[in-house]
């Protein structure tokens, strides 16, 4: 079993910047591609960024592409989210993922759907 563990979520103002992290255990971490999926309320889970597990292919959601940054340290068993000139609309909790095969979709998209393991969540709150 692989546990998740995110951190790094809290107010910003929009315009802002935050930098979430997830520290992951219990497996070999080098073997996960690594994502981060958002949820708001009324809201289905969607897929934001995805890192293949050797760091050399990253993906994005149109919505984020150019001001978020996933990357990942496999020596610290973690992996990162940048997000830069933050949106009243990226308000959500954010959600670590780990599986050995996301089910990738249009070239880039994740679903959120049968990955094997999720974190509990951090919240991010983006002021107007």
């Known amino acids: 079993q692989v546990r998740l563990v995110e951190s790094g979520g809290g107010l910003v103002q929009a315009g802002g910047s935050l930098r979430l992290s997830c520290a992951a255990s219990?497996?070999?971490?080098?073997?996960?591609?690594m994502g981060w999926f958002r949820q708001a309320p009324g809201k289905e889970r969607e897929f934001v960024a995805g890192?293949?597990?050797?760091?050399?292919?990253?993906y994005y959601a149109d919505s984020v592409k150019g001001r978020f940054t996933i990357s990942r340290d496999n020596a610290k068993n973690s992996v990162y989210l940048q997000m830069n000139s933050l949106k009243p609309d990226d308000a959500a909790m954010y959600y670590c993922?780990?599986?050995?095969?996301?089910?990738?979709?249009?070239?880039?998209?994740?679903?959120?759907?049968?990955?094997?393991?999720w974190g509990k969540g951090t919240l991010v709150t983006v002021s107007s």
């Open positions: 993922s780990a599986d050995l095969a996301p089910d990738i979709s249009d070239g880039s998209t994740w679903s959120p759907y049968g990955i094997a393991y």
């Open positions: 890192i293949r597990r050797s760091g050399t292919t990253t």
């Open positions: 219990g497996r070999t971490f080098s073997n996960y591609a």
